[in-house]
């Protein structure tokens, strides 16, 4: 009997009355009992009965790593694990089938519209987003599986309230790479019951992983390609590992190849930028490279030193670029690193997007995006990501430009950089905070917020594609400039008061609607911005407050 026979076979069996088991709070709708098998709920079972303790522990850690900084220790390169970093032999394994040529990466949610937008877009890779571009709503979650599921077998339509058909029609399609929540975000409409009877909500990382891979794996590898994940908000090795272990037990549970799973790690929390080596060599055996997710590197370098002096206040959001130092030396120690080691070095995404009404808009986006990606596949970036269809060939121009025929530039050992632990942590732009930068921070993340609360997790606002990450810059960035007693180039101090009068002001402007969050989206941003206390992720209290059902 195989293992995965054994596993069916287990659902057949009662019940427990104590754990492990996995029970569901959430509604039922069309369709879900689709995903929300015995079988994959059994699966889940396993994978929180093996893995949720662990879950916890390395959150734990990361608390502890995040008072240190904040109390004064620098993150710094690991001494217990400078032989791995010394050992020039390693390597990682690399692309799987389908994978070889990333060289145009397509982002977004996984409702059924933007699925079959997604594979008929003609990008190499489809980012199928379940974490910052997707809202977790319980329909969404679920939904988000059932549109993966249909696209994977080439089944997906959809028809929009307006009438118009949707359906996969390009030959070929892109390698979907799908992102399951981070490690810090729960499901709460699913619940995890130990083999203690200790009881609480589902890890959210685990559900939309396990899931996905329960149903798609084995589907994925007969149609020639694979189960790939794009594996976000790390912080550390030892999170890493937790993930390969993850990535080992579901290979022998599903029946499929060592190494028939493949990641690629976001680095986009700063004590992850001094990890990256240690990241590839623990998931060696899954991993296929690194990304530089450049908007959640920002929020975190923010967030750790939010409350540790002036020296780390950075000014408006729009200054922040790719080319300021501590931005720089993180992108070029990245494509370094991956090279080094075998593995794919993939870019970020710039957030102008085009206006199919507006030509002007459309110009100056292709232009931002077309330099930025100029400069990504010039540094050695085997690949980069777009937010819309349309910046697909002015992407890929640029990365044709340098790659030619090739499918990436690996063999690119980019040894002319040199990247200390004093270069991840200059943060010195030079530019100071205005206030049209603390009223854009205000308006965007009220905007975006209240989208998200409507079940919107990638939102256009004002020819900018945001998510939660970059709505967590605008709030973070509103929480220290108060907090470190910063003033405009104005002249105006920053205070609570002064930044709650714009709140106000800015609510009222906004154009309402039937059915519009404004209040609960002004409520929750003035609680992550101007509260007293900073949480760590602002999708944090807003799903529990507001997502879960009652």
């Known amino acids: 009997m195989t293992t995965t026979q054994a596993v069916q076979q287990q659902t057949q069996t009662a019940t427990p009355a104590f754990g492990p088991r996995i029970d569901v709070t959430g509604r039922p709708f069309d369709r879900s009992d689709e995903i929300l098998t015995p079988e994959a709920l059994q699966f889940l079972t396993e994978l929180h009965d093996r893995f949720a303790s662990t879950r916890h522990e390395r959150l734990a850690d990361r608390q502890r790593r995040r008072y240190e900084i904040g109390n004064g220790r620098d993150p710094r390169f690991r001494e217990d694990t400078r032989a791995i970093r010394e050992d020039a032999e390693w390597q990682v394994a690399g692309a799987g089938p389908g994978l070889e040529d990333r060289r145009v990466e397509i982002t977004g949610p996984t ?96 559900v939309d992983f396990g899931l996905y891979a329960f149903h798609n794996a084995r589907e994925l590898v007969s149609r020639g390609r694979g189960p790939y994940f794009y594996i976000a908000k790390l912080e550390s090795s030892e ?39 240690e990241i590839l060599y623990v998931m060696r055996d899954h991993i296929a490279g690194l990304n530089a997710g450049r908007w959640d590197y920002i929020f975190s370098i923010i967030k750790n030193y939010r409350g540790r002096g002036a020296r780390f206040v950075l000014p408006d959001r729009s200054e922040v670029t790719m080319t300021v130092p501590f931005m720089r030396a993180y992108t070029e120690l990245l494509v370094q690193t991956c090279h080094k080691r075998g593995a794919h070095a993939i870019g970020g995404m710039s957030a102008f997007i085009p206006n199919r009404r507006d030509p002007e808009v459309t110009r100056r986006a292709e232009e931002k995006v077309s330099a930025d990606k100029q400069r990504e596949a010039t540094d050695g970036f085997d690949g980069t990501w777009v937010a819309h269809p349309d910046l697909i060939p002015v992407a890929q121009a640029e990365f044709d430009a340098v790659l030619g025929d090739r499918p990436n530039q690996v063999d690119r050992q980019r040894d002319d950089v040199r990247v200390t632990a004093a270069d991840l942590l200059d943060v010195r732009i030079g530019r100071d905070i205005t206030e049209a930068g603390v009223r854009e921070n205000v308006s965007i993340g009220i905007r975006y917020i209240e989208a998200w609360l409507r079940g919107m997790g990638a939102v256009a606002i004002d020819n ?75 999708t944090v209290p807003a799903y529990s407050r507001y997502l879960v059902d009652a």
């Open 239 to 277: 999170e890493a590992k937790l993930w390969d272990d993850i990535f080992t037990y579901t290979e022998q549970a599903l029946g499929l190849d060592h190494g028939t799973i493949r990641a690629t790690v976001l680095i986009e929390t700063l004590p992850a930028a001094f990890e990256m080596e």
């Open 464 to 538: 900018l594609m945001e998510d939660a990450a970059t709505a967590e810059i605008s709030r973070s960035q509103i929480w220290q400039w108060i907090h470190q007693d910063q003033s405009t180039a104005e002249g105006t101090r920053i205070t609570r008061d002064w930044v709650a009068g714009i709140v106000a002001e800015t609510v009222e402007g906004f154009e309402r609607f039937e059915g519009d969050r404004f209040a609960d989206a002004a409520e929750l941003f003035a609680d992550v911005a101007l509260g007293d206390d900073f949480p760590t992720f602002l």
């Open 111 to 206: 409702d059924p519209k933007m699925t079959i937008n997604a594979m008929n877009s003609g990008a190499k890779v489809w980012l199928a987003d379940q974490e910052d571009a997707t809202s977790p709503t319980w329909r969404n979650v679920i939904g988000g599986q059932l549109s993966l599921f249909d696209a994977i077998r080439n089944q997906l339509e959809y028809t929009s309230p307006e009438g118009k058909e949707y359906r996969i029609t390009a030959e070929r399609t892109p390698t979907i790479v799908m992102r399951p929540r981070g490690w810090h975000l729960v499901e709460k409409h699913i619940r995890f019951t130990d083999k203690h009877g200790q009881s609480g909500a589902a890890s959210g990382s685990l």
